[in-house]
């Protein structure tokens, strides 16, 4: 049999090696999250912080919405094709295994494409998850805003025909009812265990 060309070779190594990275850049990103994370040990991470942008309503939102409730935060885009209609179902998922106490905690869709991301965008869409689920948009510095303050890497990737999707960090935010940023919250586990996860945050 012939050997393989150094073509296919080629191609297989630089998959190899993008699938590293990409796992590199994965595990980087969630020990940033990690309480200490990225501060030399010094036992609390700078993650969360002042914000001012609009919710599905166009009503002015800041930081302090943040406090009285344990919250949950995903930060996307309605044209996500995968992950955060995932991540959205699986939060919601949660509230209906909370069942009385869903009140109790509330969660936040923050936008990371505001270009096409109104606040009647992302009402009509949020329409399909649980009610306890609000949009957040904003202008792009205002949206810059809160992703530098939550550590949320974002890119827009063009597509054909003038289009583009985002690539953009998939955690879920957990912050106490003080508005503290706790970690990264599994909600890929069973929605009863996810939902007791969160009990002692009330």
Do not use: W
């Amino acid at each position: 049999m012939p050997a393989l060309s150094p073509s296919p070779r080629t191609k297989i190594v630089a998959l190899v090696a993008a699938f590293l990275a990409g796992a590199l850049i994965l595990v980087v990103a969630a020990t940033q999250l990690l309480p200490g994370g990225g501060r030399g040990g010094s036992g609390s991470a700078a993650v969360g912080g002042p914000f001012q942008l609009k919710d599905q309503d166009g009503r002015p939102v800041t930081e302090a919405i943040l406090k009285g409730k344990p919250s949950l935060l995903f930060f996307g885009f309605t044209h996500c094709p995968d992950v955060c209609p995932t991540a959205l179902f699986e939060m919601s998922e949660i509230f209906t295994a909370l069942g009385p106490d869903a009140e109790k905690v509330q969660a936040f869709f923050v936008s990371v494409d505001p270009e096409r991301d109104t606040p009647e965008v992302m009402k009509s869409y949020l329409s399909s998850f649980a009610p306890q689920l609000r949009g957040l948009t904003g202008t792009p510095d205002e949206v810059d805003g809160i992703k530098k303050e939550y550590r949320v890497y974002s890119r827009k990737v063009p597509l054909s025909e003038g289009d583009y999707t985002m690539d953009h960090t998939a955690v879920v935010y957990l912050m106490d009812k003080t508005g503290a940023f706790v970690g990264p919250f599994n909600t890929k586990q069973p929605p009863a265990n996810a939902a007791a996860a969160l009990k002692p945050y009330f």
